[in-house]
């Protein structure tokens, strides 16, 4: 079973990895791109006055003869989420290296979010074993959803379903980040996130500020313990947790679904057995939006946001195949349901704007497209950045895994010319960019959309600027 409230972390990650390992001259990219670092920072300020929705969510694993392999599928996942330092100085006064050393003395994590009334959302309490690895687990999320993993039995509480699930150690596992160190060293190592500022100011306390491109998320490190502070709308914490935190207790009267190995089996209640419903009308929708069966797409998708209404994907295609079918009214109002939970996406404003210029609603088109730019722009060098842009372009690759008949992957040089063919699309100039065009062409055409951006950045939508 999943929880549809958590499911943004894995819907994000889904299909991101890829092989290369990119690198380019961070001092010349610094120079040439102060507009895009003005946008960030510019996206930070208003966000310390309200705090983004989050983008963090648990992931399940099952556990299975196939653990350690699913485990390491998540670090390998999230490991390509790694920071590109954007130096300041030759010799930076933060290293992420140091935020690693510190992590090893990490017991416990606290982690929470609060709502722009200051409510608590989502509350979980971590426990990190020797090996580093996450031992215990608990979170809390007012009003739908309960979970306490103790290494000895998974209790999965619905509360408004009145419902609580058991699970011996064999079976789900819930969690954050498996294995944070291994995390932290992997960003370390790769790439995918850059270097706003350090020193900032955020909510009365000093920190340096990073950007996770993948996941168009902030982290913020304190500058005093190396450790990270918050993290995709997510306050961190490291303290003891109270007394009694990863006990189980059912309430009174709650009905219990007993799933542990030699328990009496019971019939699941039948809103359980329609999440199997959703994830297989939402596979169909995905295949029929891939095949251009778009009054099809919209019936299976139209489902599957009835049965799980925070499934931020199925909402996303369903807008795409109301866009695809000329209902661009729709496809806005589905769009900005994406945005609304998920908080700024560049991938859906572009989207979102591509279709107020169906409707000639052109302030509104320019206003949208300009906040997706500057990561578009961003990705023609650090291409990490285009990840959502092209999971956005594919129903057939996402959270759920590569349905039959997707490809298996997207190259560097292929995304780069997804990107700039995008470019192309809305500024409606040529920037002679050849797939097949040798190193010199296309860095050139490269060239060519970054100073486009740098000296106008004239927005003028040409649908037939295709490559």
């Given amino acids: 079973m999943r929880e549809q409230n958590n499911k943004n972390f894995d819907d994000i990650v889904s299909g991101a990895i890829r092989p290369e390992n990119l690198s380019f001259d961070f001092n010349k990219w610094k120079q040439e791109h102060q507009k895009e670092l003005a946008e960030f920072k510019a996206q930070t300020n208003n966000q310390q006055a309200s705090k983004p929705v989050s983008f963090i969510s648990w992931r399940k694993i099952m556990r299975s003869s196939i653990t350690k392999l699913a485990a390491a599928a998540v670090i390998i996942a999230i490991a390509v989420f790694g920071i590109y330092l954007l130096e300041k100085s030759a010799t930076p006064a933060y290293a992420i290296e140091q935020t690693i050393k510190a ?13 722009e009334a200051g409510q608590v959302r989502d509350e979980r309490w971590i426990e990190i074993g020797p090996d580093g690895i996450q031992a215990k687990y608990r979170q809390d999320t007012p009003l739908n959803f309960f979970v306490v993993d103790n290494l000895e039995n998974i209790f999965v509480y619905y509360k408004d379903k009145n419902t609580a699930v058991l699970y011996g150690p064999d079976g789900e596992k819930y969690c954050w980040i498996v294995n944070p160190r291994e995390f932290l060293k992997e960003i370390a190592a790769g790439s995918g996130s850059i270097r706003i500022e350090e020193n900032i100011d955020y909510w009365g306390k000093k920190v340096h500020h990073l950007r996770l491109l993948k996941l168009n998320m902030d ?249």
């Avoid at 992590?103 to 709502?115: P, S, Y």
């Avoid at 006990?247 to 007993?258: M, S």
């Avoid at 661009?328 to 349901?337: E, N, Q, V």
Wanted: net charge negative.
């Fill in 103 to 115: 992590f090893e003395n990490v017991q416990f994590m606290h982690i929470v979010r609060h709502d």
């Fill in 219 to 467: 982290c913020y490190i304190d500058p005093e313990s190396k450790l990270p502070m918050a993290m995709g709308g997510y306050d961190i914490s490291y303290e003891n947790p109270p007394p009694k935190t990863f006990d189980i207790v059912i309430p009174e009267g709650a009905i219990v679904v007993d799933k542990r190995l030699g328990a009496k089996p019971v019939e699941e209640p039948e809103w359980m057995k329609k999440d199997t419903s959703a994830q297989s009308n939402f596979d169909n929708g995905r295949r029929a939006l891939a095949d251009s069966r778009y009054s099809e797409a919209v019936e299976f998708l139209m489902k599957t946001v009835e049965l799980e209404h925070n499934r931020n994907w199925a909402w996303f295609w369903l807008g795409r195949a109301n866009y695809e079918s000329g209902q661009y009214d729709l496809a806005i109002y589905h769009y900005s349901k994406v945005i609304d939970m998920m908080g700024s996406q560049p991938y859906c404003y572009l989207a979102r704007g591509l279709a107020y210029v169906k409707k000639g609603i052109e302030n509104a088109a320019k206003e949208d497209i300009s906040k997706a730019l500057p990561t578009m722009i961003i990705a023609l060098r650090h291409i990490e950045a285009s990840v959502l842009f092209d999971l956005a372009d594919d129903p057939l690759r996402c959270a759920d895994g590569l349905l039959e008949g997707c490809h298996e992957g997207i190259n560097k040089e292929q995304s780069i010319a997804m990107m700039v063919n995008r470019l192309r699309i809305i500024s409606g100039q040529n920037f002679n960019y050849d797939p097949n065009g040798t190193v010199e062409q296309k860095e050139q055409a490269i060239t060519a959309c970054e100073e486009w951006y740098k000296n106008s950045g004239q927005i003028k939508v040409t649908f037939d600027a295709n490559l």
